[in-house]
């Protein structure tokens, strides 16, 4: 059973960085396919970015340009770089595996105008 615990979330101002990180358990090969999902109140859960095991992404059209996710296999962790945030991504971000369908528990990213 695959356990994902996320990490790096916090206040920040609008146009600031902050660098979330997802680290993987339970699995002894190489990272499949890992996704960055949002939550906001009030709202459905939406997707940031994925990455597959051969380092493919793609991006949710709100953060294109703004947001890069990543892995390091050797650490079994994923990660999301965002930069520029705005308050609208205000939102508890959670990770997941989309090989077994495994979420984390989430980070709570908090941007302020």
């Known amino acids: 059973q695959v356990q994902l615990v996320e990490s790096g979330g916090g206040v920040v101002q609008a146009g600031g960085s902050l660098r979330l990180s997802c680290v993987a358990s339970?699995?002894?090969?190489?990272?499949?396919?890992m996704g960055w999902y949002r939550q906001a109140p009030g709202k459905q859960r939406e997707l940031v970015a994925h990455i597959t095991s051969s380092g493919s992404t793609n991006y949710g059209d709100s953060v294109k340009g703004r947001f890069t996710i990543s892995s390091d296999n050797a650490k079994k962790t994923v990660f999301l770089q965002m930069n520029s945030l705005k308050p609208e991504d205000t939102a508890v971000y959670y990770c997941k595996d989309l090989c077994s369908d495994a979420w984390g528990q989430g980070t709570q990213v908090t941007v302020s105008s």
């Open positions: 339970g699995r002894f090969f190489m990272l499949t396919a």
